[in-house]
């Protein structure tokens, strides 16, 4: 390592960021006092603020009992309404086509009942063959769901021989010769493993073009990079509140549908009474009346204490802006690149994310050529105080976050990896 540790704390001092509104894991040992937290991909951090907001609505509840639906400081019949906007902002759409609610997989279920309707000879699915399992298993079972068999139903795409990611021409040259046995393209904004940011504009025009359905998964790239979901004609996308959103384990979901679908009474929906417009939930009529957003994707009544710390993350992303943070991002994670570049030069270590800062997120994703990544990752963790995450066999990601990850997180990185890793020469 040639940088010194003295130019990452100089770097922090000029551009500290927001981690002072974070509550970091101390490093219980070593040189320290907190660890170096890489893993806001996986699980984003806690906002000093949620503990009090969440006490808040607990003590509605002691307080209020059934009057809380009504006269909570913030009540919860409508509650969610509260997180509409925010999240709108997050995505680049407008309220009527955002609503949070349940977790990611749920809803894309709940959004294939909606738009993945496969008939004639536009069947497939296609999604990338690094899609998270999660999303692979949801399009198979969907493909089952419609009488189809997932083998030939769900079309993977894989990188060219010997690249990483996904080229988005490859893509597009898919969708020419494809795109007229396409129903749904349910492709990761951010991939989940390479750190791959798609070209998500492009790739919608060229999919609708082709007469097929577009749909998002935005797991890694809501709160990563800014989005534009309704200028880019997105037909629907869902995302995961508790990496870079910051709401903690497991924590709700968001949804978005498209403007040009809101109210569309041919589309197939499942529903419940939090589907029918609010003025007439109260009727306790045998038939709905959906409104015409996407609140008519909703089925239950939304779990408050869950709906909490995603309130009070949205404001914290409100207050800063997906811009600022955007600007962090591009500097913190190209000065991580720089630094792996000092490590992995003469160490069999590669970063697979693409090198290009408009291709990717904050995550930088290094395949390792030798051992196990599981084994890697615990010993930067409990030598080095570096929490990263492991994907096995081979992968190790580091996802400096630009809310509270800090330069001086990015060399412990760098320093920990040589450390661990064996030079080659
Ligand atoms: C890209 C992606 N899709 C889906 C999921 C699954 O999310 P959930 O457990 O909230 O359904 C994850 C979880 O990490 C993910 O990264």
């Known amino acids: 390592m040639h940088t010194p540790e003295e130019d990452a704390r100089a770097r922090d001092a000029a551009d500290p960021g927001h ?7 101390p490093a219980e040992g070593g040189r320290y006092p907190e660890v170096a937290y890489l893993a806001g991909n996986s699980l984003g951090l806690q906002p000093r603020a949620t503990r009090e907001e969440l006490l808040a609505d607990l003590d509605a509840w002691r307080r209020l009992g059934v009057e809380g639906h009504l006269e909570a400081e913030r009540p919860w019949l409508p509650y969610h309404e509260l997180l509409t906007a925010p999240a709108a ?3 680049g759409a407008r309220p009527a086509e955002t609503v949070v609610m349940n977790s990611l997989t749920v809803n894309l279920h709940l959004l294939m009942v909606s738009f993945y309707r496969p008939a004639g000879e536009r069947t497939r699915i296609v999604i990338e063959d690094s899609a998270f399992p999660s999303d692979s298993y949801a399009v198979r079972s969907q493909a089952r769901f419609h009488g189809l068999d997932p083998d030939t139903a769900v079309i993977r ?5 010997g690249e990483d990611t996904l080229r988005t021409q490859d893509v597009l040259d898919f969708l020419a010769t494809e795109g ?3 129903a749904l393209l349910l492709l990761g904004g951010v991939n989940y493993l390479t750190g ?3 070209d998500i504009p492009a790739i919608t025009a060229a999919g609708r073009a082709a007469g097929a359905v577009v749909g998002w998964d935005l797991a890694h790239a809501a709160g990563n990079v800014p989005l534009a979901l309704h200028d880019w004609d997105v037909d629907f996308a869902a995302w995961c509140s508790y990496k870079y959103l910051n709401s903690g384990p497991g924590a709700l979901g968001g949804v978005f549908v498209h403007e040009r679908h809101l109210g569309d009474p041919a589309l197939p929906r499942f529903e419940g009474w939090w589907s029918t417009e609010a003025a007439s939930r109260f009727e306790m009529t045998p038939v709905s009346r959906p409104p015409a957003t996407v609140e008519a994707w909703q089925i239950s009544n939304p779990p408050i204490f869950a ?3 995603v309130r009070t993350s949205l404001e914290l992303f409100d207050s800063v802006g997906m811009p600022a943070l955007r600007e962090r991002s591009l500097r913190l994670t190209g000065y991580l690149e720089g630094l792996l570049d000092e490590v992995t030069a003469d160490r069999p270590l590669t970063v697979v994310t693409p ?8 995550q930088l994703s290094v395949r390792i050529g030798a051992g196990s990544a599981n084994e890697l990752t615990k010993r930067l963790r409990h030598e080095h105080g570096v929490i990263a995450d492991a994907r096995e066999p081979d992968i190790v990601r ?7 990850s800090t330069y001086h997180d990015c060399w412990r990185v760098a320093d920990a990896l040589a450390a661990t890793v064996e030079a080659t020469r």
Request: proline letters at 18%.
């Open 355 to 362: 090198r290009e800062p408009a291709r990717r997120g904050c």
């Open 398 to 404: 580091f996802a400096p976050v630009p809310l509270y």
């Open 180 to 182: 007229h046995t396409v």
């Open 196 to 198: 791959e940011l798609m």
């Open 19 to 25: 981690r002072h509104l974070f509550l970091v894991p």
């Open 157 to 161: 795409l894989t990188p060219r021989p």
């Open 307 to 309: 709906m909490g710390p």
């Open 89 to 91: 902002r997050l995505v």
